[in-house]
């Protein structure tokens, strides 16, 4: 029998069980099996709450939200989901399981939203793989040779295989866009300030670091973003929330948009031709639906980002470290964390706090000049990485700190800027190589701007659909029309 989690997106699914058609713990029990069958081999998930969430599908009420007992997989990082371990996939953090639930996961919950797990990350989130000590590598459906993306590559292996049709992502220099990329999804950064990561966290690296989801659609992107916006009150980058729902005003098109076109690196050299061609053709494509488009040189220096952006980074790592060595009554060791992580530590002691200040000042200068120079445009395209996916074993946490960094930041330069300028950010499923897998292009919109950047993303997709398109061999071959 055909499953309705291949046939149907979180929107379709919650709206088959408003009508009737089906029970939220029969799309629960799907969901399950899924996961049964392919999560062994896989890895995506590392823990799994199937009684939680039996116990909450019987208990859905569809007005909760256009969301309504669609299964859902948490990220092991960062927020807390009540009962479930928090571990960022750390050995410092084994044996700790949250108590109450981060202000994000109580709104997924209060919406009908049906956690079944949480998802496999990199240590502590900071790699575009998922391949840690602590809980093992997740595969990428698509080349099981090359990575899955991270650090939310277990939510978006989870989505892309069909586990589940939402998967909880966060991302302070790419980390839902380059799974999203690679894994064929929808992967949106949201605003500085969109929403919250309370109660326990008021500022995570001055507003860089956000968290969202990755779909398989655009409207599932958008009706989950309806769920967890806004800010708590006090907050210091709080944005208001728009009369209209997200959903909603995703399914309006826009007037004739402004988009400008970075095809080549912020330096002005070239990217993997595969990578410009699918710039190239996603322009042409807005091009087609009416929009106005131009090329852009974006221009900053990324060689001066990048040695604040590690600086800050090392600095925050140590902080949040230490603070967690005082909740759990000990110190972290270089024994509790992979070689790189450590490092960080061990950099961040350096830095005085005058330096911090300085640095932080100059993240603020870098995101208010790209902010205006991308003024003359509603939108910018540029590529989601320089390149195609890379192998595994590429972000190496073993290796030492430098040589970690010289890969890691090569790949982040069209990203990183972003969430300092506090930017929305879209990774959208529109290219592909020549070797059939999934190649992502980033558009960019102004502040607040999550609207505009969900609206084109509709035309878009409707111009160009995906979602049937982007689904894995390991899925194929799990028979997804066939059950």
Known sequence: ???????????????????????????????IERIEELNPHF???VYKAYDDARKLAREVTPESSALAGVPFVAKDLALDWAGMPTTNSCAFFAGHVASS?????????????IPVGKSNVPENGWCYSVESRFHGRTLNPWDESLVPGG????????????????????????????????????????????????????????????????????????????????????????????????????AVPRDRLRIGVMSTRPDGNAVDPEVRAAVEAAAKLCETLGHEVADFDLRYDWGNIR?????????????????????????????????VTWEMIELGRQFSAVSHAVDTERLRQVGRQLTVDQLPFD???????????????????????DSYHDRLLEDMQFMVPFNMAGQPALSLPLGSTSSGLPLGVQFVGGIGDEAVLLSLATQLEEAAPWKDRMVPPAVRGAGTNAR
Not at 3 to 31: C, H, M, N, P, T
Not at 217 to 239: F, K, N, Q, S, W
Not at 331 to 338: G, N
Not at 390 to 397: C, F, I, N, T
């Open 151 to 250: 650090s939310s590559g277990g939510s978006a292996v989870a989505v892309a295989t069909h586990m589940v049709p939402i998967g909880d992502a966060s991302d302070l220099g790419g980390s839902i866009r380059v799974p999203a990329a690679i894994n064929g999804l929808v992967g949106l950064k949201i605003s500085r300030g969109r929403t919250t990561m309370g109660p326990g966290v008021v500022d995570l690296w001055s507003g860089s670091a956000v968290f969202n989801c990755v779909t398989r659609t655009v409207r599932d992107t958008a009706a989950y973003l309806d769920v967890i916006g806004g800010a708590l009150p006090g907050e210091p980058y709080a944005l208001a929330m728009p009369d209209v729902s997200f959903l909603e005003s995703s």
């Open 379 to 401: 939108v910018v395209i540029t590529p989601v990485m320089p390149v195609t996916s890379r192998p595994l074993g590429w972000y190496d946490m073993s290796s030492s700190i």
């Open 43 to 45: 890895n995506a998930l």
């Open 1 to 31: 029998m055909t499953k309705i989690i291949d046939q149907e997106d979180g929107v379709g699914i919650a709206r088959a069980i408003a009508a009737g058609e089906v029970s939220a713990s029969e799309v629960l029990e799907e969901a």
């Open 307 to 339: 040695e604040f952006f590690v600086r800050i980074t090392a600095t925050t790592a140590t902080m949040m470290f230490e603070a967690a060595g005082h909740a759990m009554g000990r110190q972290v060791t270089s024994a509790d964390v992979e070689p």
């Open 101 to 113: 639930d981060s202000e994000i996961a109580r709104r997924v919950k209060a919406a009908g939203i």
